[in-house]
């Protein structure tokens, strides 16, 4: 049995009251910090198969150097992958760095697109990325879904999907808008410290009587 809208707002309230003193994911801290959706998307392809303790120093020293897409193209490549390594795939994410950096000057004129159609048309922009621009750079609504939120969307018995994107669309049709934004940050945060993939941390989560455990076959 799915759990209801009813269901899924008592977990979100449980969980954010659960999570006060655990930190927010690296890109969330980024863009609290710079209030700069070029520095968020910026952060997001920096973080794309990286972990937040590797990723948010890569992002400091990056953006101490430069905070714009002109400081950015003035510096060298090569430098680039030395100040964000040891980011996964660095050399890869330098080079399209300076591509997107290009790309931003000559078509949006030097500003980052706020919809997501034109965010999609940036090369190495997928779907999670443009989301989560949206969300964390502009502040608008977005359904940004990583493994985490695939995964425990799934464990929770909320919905049924079977890939991060069937994730997305299914959670557009059943999740209340007003849990847009903050869903995202929320099940990432969650899902690094307590309900990880591998022998979730059920004993100590607030939400075990209302989670169906779906999939779950160890737990701690």
């Known amino acids: 049995m799915f759990l209801n809208n009813e269901q899924i707002a008592h977990v979100i309230k449980l969980l954010k009251v659960a999570m006060r003193d655990l930190p927010d994911p690296s ?3 980024v863009g609290k910090k710079y209030k700069s959706p070029f520095l968020v998307l910026i952060s997001c392809l920096l973080s794309l198969r990286t972990r937040d303790e590797t990723t948010l120093p890569a992002c400091e020293r990056l953006f101490a150097r ?13 430098q680039i992958q030395k100040l964000i390594y040891p980011v996964g ?4 994410k ?6 997107i950096c290009q790309d931003l000057i000559h078509r949006f004129g030097g500003q980052v697109p706020d919809d997501l159609e034109s965010l999609l048309t940036l090369k190495g922009v997928g779907r999670k990325t443009a989301n989560l621009v949206l969300i964390e750079g502009f502040g608008k ?8 939120v695939h995964r425990i969307s799934n464990r929770l018995g909320y919905i049924k999907t079977k890939t991060p994107k069937d994730t997305e669309f299914a959670l557009r049709k059943k999740l209340p808008h007003k849990y847009w934004i903050e869903y995202n940050a929320l099940l990432v945060t969650w899902g690094q410290n307590v309900c990880k993939p591998i022998s979730p941390i059920c004993s100590n989560c ?5 989670c169906q455990r779906v999939n779950v076959i160890i737990s701690r």
């Open 66 to 78: 430069a905070g714009t897409m002109q400081g950015m193209l003035k510096i060298p490549v090569a």
């Open 206 to 210: 607030p939400v075990k009587t209302i």
């Open 141 to 148: 609504p977005g359904i940004c879904v990583d493994t985490h």
């Open 27 to 29: 890109v969330t801290l």
């Open 94 to 99: 330098a080079l399209r760095i300076h591509g």
């Open 89 to 92: 795939f660095y050399k890869t």
